[in-house]
């Protein structure tokens, strides 16, 4: 990844492998401290059809200059409990859209960084119970600009769309899990907070994580919290099979899942309401 460059002291433009990215040379809020600001950089293919409920993909390059100067779409959630949890926690939190198209990050850089500086890099990975939460609600540029790292946020997918197993080939689930896997591709030190925590700490358990960093910072949560996780995967997904598909047996999980993945606006509300347990032994590389 070449992120340093730049084509005006306005106008920040990087070089990464898929194309040209241009950010924002952005004033540290409260100070006169500048860094260099890049929102909504994609890391996967967006997860939509036969991409739901499956394994993220990376990111097409692309010909023309991405415009980088905007928070990216939140991924599925409930954005009410958001709202409910700011207001409760006295907290200014931004809500941007709400897609499935959300597979994006964000990074700040120091305004002072060169192209072949050898920066450390901090990768967040949000919080909210692996139900809600997105990128924009963390600003990473008092880091950057303090501590001379460049700071890089990410998003990956929430909920049943996120985490779903049956246990077996037909959703093998933690789909969010390997969002995140994947962004570490450009990364180094991972730090998050509740869910997030959880997140670091089961990357760091997973031979899949495997040198794609060096250091873990776990703040409110590990991967011991047995409240998020399930050894019984299928039981649940035949529970869901009830409440969406009632007149469809147990036998027939694979027409719930291609339910799923059916693009709907309903559905995505709906989708925002279920409940579902992590299952780390398949595809997450946990098993015994």
């Known amino acids: 990844m070449v992120l340093l460059s730049a084509a005006g002291i306005n106008d920040p433009v990087v070089s990464l492998k898929n194309g040209r990215i241009r950010g924002e040379l952005v004033t540290v809020r409260g100070t006169d401290r500048k860094v260099k600001q890049f929102l909504g950089i994609p890391f996967a293919h967006p997860p939509v059809g036969p991409l739901r409920l499956a394994a993220p993909q990376e990111a097409l390059p692309w010909d023309e200059e991405k415009d980088c100067t905007k928070q990216p779409s939140m ?15 006295s907290m200014q939190i931004t809500l941007s859209d ?11 850089t120091p305004e002072s960084a060169m192209q072949g500086d050898k920066l450390p890099v901090m990768v967040w990975i949000h919080g909210g119970g692996l139900t809600v939460g997105a990128a924009s609600h963390y600003d ?6 303090y501590e001379n790292v460049v700071m890089v946020i990410i998003q990956y997918r929430l909920g049943i769309l996120g985490f779903l197993s049956t246990g077996d080939e037909h959703a093998t689930g933690n789909w969010g899990f390997l969002d995140q896997l994947l962004a570490l591709r450009w990364s180094v030190t991972i730090a998050g907070e509740s869910a997030g925590g959880i997140s670091a700490s089961i990357l760091s358990l997973s031979p899949l994580a495997k040198d794609l960093f060096q250091k873990a910072i776990f703040q409110s949560g590990v991967a011991t919290l047995g409240s ?6 299928l039981t649940n997904a035949q529970v869901l099979n009830l409440y969406l598909i009632p007149t469809i047996t147990t036998t027939f999980l694979h027409i719930v899942l291609s339910f799923l993945r059916t693009p709907d606006q309903a559905l995505s509300r709906l989708i925002m ?9 398949h595809v997450f590389g946990m098993g015994t």
């Open 140 to 145: 990473g540029s008092s880091l950057a600009a």
């Open 273 to 281: 309401q279920m409940m579902w347990a992590l299952c780390l032994e």
């Open 228 to 233: 998020y996780t399930t050894h019984h995967p």
């Open 75 to 89: 991924c599925i959630q409930d954005p009410q409990i958001m709202v409910n949890v700011s207001k409760s926690m």
């Open 98 to 108: 709400i897609s499935e198209d959300c597979l994006y990050l964000n990074v700040y």
